[in-house]
């Protein structure tokens, strides 16, 4: 059955369907709370949150939206959420920690690969810079379906876009530097 | 075109988003500038390695986890809004935990604090309540032509009695005894160990006491409410004669006592000897008495043993002096002169009457043991 058949029996109440599609799409959205809330255990509580929530809403699923999208706009927002309530209750001084490891990375760059590299400097990012790369690269989003899930304006997701692979590009430089003087 | 215009080309380009014309001007830049060349290299190697960002998987399958909570309408059909809130699974049920423990804890908490308070006001009533009712159940007495009409007592069912009144007392001490032990044989009962008294106390059984006071022998009777609860009922049943009184008032647990009395504890949960108790010429029992009145002053110097055979009323010079089985002294009355006789008739385990017959008039008067006092009548 596929997706499109699932989904109409789902919202025609079958819980099978709709148990089977969130089956077909936990995996892409633990990656997305993983990616962006950078650990597991707040991944899974994301994740399961935005199973249960589509589980409530799958009526309200219109098929003019890529199912895709749709799911990817819940798991982000609740991703985005979660990290404005971390930051309120999150010090100034844990905020620095990246800067921390941006200081020691020269030493640990020779000895990590480069996907872990890329990982800690994604973990860097602002929120949203993240989340669009991660839409990007890790769901494969368009800018249009980017621009959608996140209810952004198309400009303002190339611009976090652009602006979040400039950031990447000057971190790894930094690592890549320490790298070769050590 | 510019550089900085170029590097937008160079971002576009890594999303496929330039068109062919767009494409060909970046390309012919890249060939003049060697700087941007760099930069482009470099975003596309970051560009291939983001497409290379590993595919993480969740530890355990996270549908598994949430499917008890997913409601299912009774059809089969998937229940739309049943689960009212898109909260964590998980994590919810951990954080429930800990606030149900908590609350569970502090209920706990507050019933341990209302039983030990209930307690501790309701002791002090209840022996308020026992005083106030020795004092009407011997008034009563005292009301009733029973001087001398006390059951008679055998020296075995003193013994039984005894016997009775020291288990009762003991499960008194005790405490209260779970519910299970309902089919328990009396005398096994205060053997159980003491365990917690909310279930007796919340679940009290109907009272068995009245039955008990009619019918002693039942060893097997229901005994399963708690000590304290039985105390009450004693209280609470109407005495239907004076045999079944004088149990009643034998199974009674003294109220709280002066200091004096807080000395009978021990003898009070020993068994008289029977020896001691058959022993006519040395303690003459209530029924005794009964059969003559008129107690002669060396009768009375003898001693009258009280209906449990554990005190003995008896006059020394001119003073009425109350011992127990060993001697010792609870009692001493006031002296009195003028020679005359002494009869005495006991109430109670704890109280008795005695009259000094003096030639011209006599004298009546009631000792009360555990006030330690003695009234003129």
Known sequence: MTEPDLIREAQAGDRDALIQILRNIEKSVYQTAFYILKNEQDAMDASQEALIRIYNKINTYQEKAKFTTWVQRIVTNICIDHCRKKRETVSIDEHSLPLEDKANVESEVVRIDMAKEIKKAIELLPDHQRTVIILRYVQDLSYHEIADTLQLPLNTVKSHLYRARQQLQGLLQDYQKGGVRI | ?377
């Open chain 2, 1 to 377: 075109m510019s550089c900085s215009e170029v590097t937008l080309l160079m971002q576009r380009n890594l999303d496929k988003d330039l068109s062919p014309n767009e494409l060909a001007l970046l390309e012919e830049h890249l060939k003049l500038c060697s700087e941007c060349q760099k930069l482009n290299e470099s975003l596309q190697n970051l560009s291939l390695e983001l497409e290379k960002l590993p595919q993480v998987e969740p530890p355990v399958s996270i549908v598994d986890s949430i499917l008890p909570y997913l409601a299912v309408q009774t059809d089969g059909t998937v229940a739309q809004g049943t689960v009212a809130q898109d909260k964590k699974v998980f994590p919810r049920i951990r954080r429930d935990w800990k606030r149900y423990g908590l609350m569970i804890g502090t209920a706990a908490a507050a019933m341990f604090l209302a039983i030990s308070m209930q307690n501790m006001f309701s002791a002090p009533e209840r022996s308020a309540e026992m005083e106030q009712k020795t004092a009407n159940t011997a008034d009563h007495a005292d009301k009733v032509p029973a001087v001398g009409e006390s059951r008679t007592l055998s020296a075995d069912e003193n013994t039984a009695e005894s016997s009775r009144v020291e288990e009762h007392t003991e499960q008194s001490m005790v405490g209260t005894e779970p519910r299970e032990s309902l089919s328990q044989p009396t005398m096994e009962k205060s053997s159980i160990p003491n365990q917690d008294a909310q279930p007796s106390i919340l679940n009290p059984e109907p009272p068995k006491v009245h039955e008990e006071a009619e019918s002693m022998d039942k060893a097997g009777s229901e005994n399963a409410m708690s000590g304290t609860l039985k105390k009450r009922v004693v209280e609470e049943q109407p005495l239907e004669n004076n045999g079944a009184k004088d149990q009643a008032l034998a199974l009674q647990p003294l109220p709280e006592e002066p200091a004096i009395m807080q000395n009978f504890a021990a003898p009070r949960l020993a068994v008289p000897e029977e020896g001691a108790v058959s022993n006519e010429k040395a303690f003459k029992s209530a029924d005794t008495v009964e059969s003559k009145p008129e107690v002669d002053m060396q009768a009375a110097k003898e001693g009258v043993s009280s209906p449990d055979q554990r005190y003995i009323a008896a006059v020394e010079g001119q003073m009425m002096v109350v011992k127990d089985q060993e001697g010792k002294e609870y009692f001493r009355g006031h002296p009195w002169g003028g020679g005359g006789t002494v009869t005495i008739q006991w109430l109670s385990p704890y109280e008795f009457i005695y009259v000094i017959h003096f030639p011209a008039y006599k004298e009546q008067w009631k000792v009360n043991l555990p006030s330690g006092q003695e009234q003129k009548m």
